[in-house]
């Protein structure tokens, strides 16, 4: 009974001064994690801002398709030499970039049962019809002629084949297509 008295005669409390201390420690510490919190939020919402801003410039650049495919085949009409077709970009859609030569360049892949590759920069082209530059922009027209003569398996009659033109930024272009049973001078191959 004695400790207990002494105890209580002894009772010295928190005083106020000492508990604002503790509460404003408190107060600060969860003020730092806060603001480490949403700097993160704020942070991560704007990468993703940029990134959906990116998407949305690649995918509204797109090609389309115009007009005939038109095949011309070798001079004993038993295989396609070369392939032309043009294209224009989509109404609405962001400049694409055509460039068959220098950085960000686009790249032209054939595909056929037999082969599939990256054709060189050698044996595509693309010409202005309408417009000029590397840039394909609304309203403007590109002629692609791509050579066949590379082909380790030649594009002969009655033959499905590929074309994937895939410009640095935006949608690929695919043009799914077979050749007839016999070749005449032009093919029409629509």
Same mark, same amino acid.
């Given at each position: 009974?004695?400790?207990?008295?002494s105890f209580w005669k002894n009772d010295k409390g928190i005083t106020g001064l000492e508990t604002a201390?503790?509460?404003?420690?408190?107060?600060?510490? *969860?003020?730092?994690? *806060?603001? *480490?919190?949403?700097?993160? %939020?704020?942070?991560?919402?704007? /990468? !993703?801002? $940029?990134?959906?801003?990116? !998407?949305?410039?690649?995918? !509204?650049?797109?090609?389309?398709?115009?007009?005939?495919?038109? %095949?011309?085949?070798?001079? %004993?009409?038993? &295989?396609? @030499?070369?392939?032309?077709? /043009?294209? #224009?970009? !989509?109404?609405?859609?962001?400049?694409?970039?055509?460039?068959?030569?220098?950085?960000?360049?686009?790249?032209?892949?054939?595909?056929? $049962?037999? /082969?599939?590759?990256?054709?060189?920069?050698?044996?595509?082209?693309?010409?202005?019809?309408?417009?000029?530059?590397?840039?394909?922009?609304?309203?403007?027209?590109?002629?692609?002629?791509?050579?066949?003569?590379?082909?380790? #398996?030649?594009?002969?009659?009655?033959?499905?084949?590929?074309?994937?033109?895939?410009?640095? &930024?935006?949608?690929?272009?695919?043009? @799914?297509?077979?050749?007839? *049973?016999?070749?005449?001078?032009?093919?029409?191959?629509?």
């Open positions: 009974m004695y400790m207990m008295r201390i503790v509460l404003i420690a408190f107060v600060v510490v *969860a003020a730092v994690f *806060a603001f *480490a919190v949403l700097t993160t %939020g704020l942070l991560s919402s704007e /990468q !993703s801002k $940029e990134e959906i801003i990116q !998407s949305l410039e690649a995918t !509204s650049s797109t090609l389309q398709l115009r007009g005939s495919i038109i %095949g011309r085949p070798n001079p %004993g009409l038993t &295989q396609i @030499d070369t392939i032309t077709f /043009q294209v #224009t970009n !989509s109404a609405g859609g962001g400049a694409v970039n055509l460039a068959n030569s220098g950085s960000g360049i686009a790249v032209v892949t054939y595909i056929d $049962e037999n /082969q599939s590759r990256n054709l060189s920069t050698s044996e595509w082209a693309a010409t202005w019809l309408v417009g000029s530059g590397n840039l394909l922009e609304t309203g403007e027209r590109v002629e692609f002629t791509v050579t066949l003569t590379g082909l380790s #398996t030649p594009l002969g009659t009655s033959s499905s084949f590929k074309i994937e033109v895939k410009p640095l &930024q935006g949608a690929v272009l695919n043009i @799914d297509k077979a050749t007839p *049973a016999e070749f005449n001078t032009i093919v029409n191959l629509n």
